[in-house]
């Protein structure tokens, strides 16, 4: 049983950052991909970067230079969110995709406010 545990959420004033981190447990697959999504109140989930085993990372748009995902071995990877925004503000969860399904952590709150 795969299991994806996300910390490191809170509250952050605007120009703030954070640092989310996301653990999996029970995985033994070979290759993986590992990132995190968002979603904000009456949003869609959306996508804010991803790495896989072999190191190749994808950031959404407006997460670039703002935002950098690591992987620390084959089951942690890291989020460091600088320069946060209020628009930030969303549930943040972690997953991790060995194909053909994703496996999807409980969330953890990003707020971003004055």
């Known amino acids: 049983q795969v299991q994806l545990v996300e910390s490191g959420g809170g509250l952050v004033q605007p120009g703030g950052s954070l640092r989310l981190s996301c653990a999996a447990s029970?995985?033994?697959?070979?290759?993986?991909?590992m990132g995190w999504y968002r979603q904000a109140p009456g949003k869609q989930r959306e996508l804010v970067a991803k790495?896989?085993?072999?190191?190749?990372i994808a950031i959404a748009d407006f997460a670039k230079g703002r935002f950098t995902i690591s992987r620390d071995n084959a089951n942690t990877i890291d989020l460091q969110m600088n320069s946060l925004k209020p628009e930030d503000t969303a549930v943040y969860y972690c997953?991790?995709?060995?194909?053909?399904?994703?496996?999807w952590g409980r969330g953890t709150q990003v707020t971003v406010s004055s």
């Open positions: 997953y991790l995709d060995p194909g053909p399904i994703k496996y």
């Open positions: 029970g995985s033994r697959f070979s290759f993986s991909i």
């Open positions: 790495i896989s085993s072999a190191g190749t």
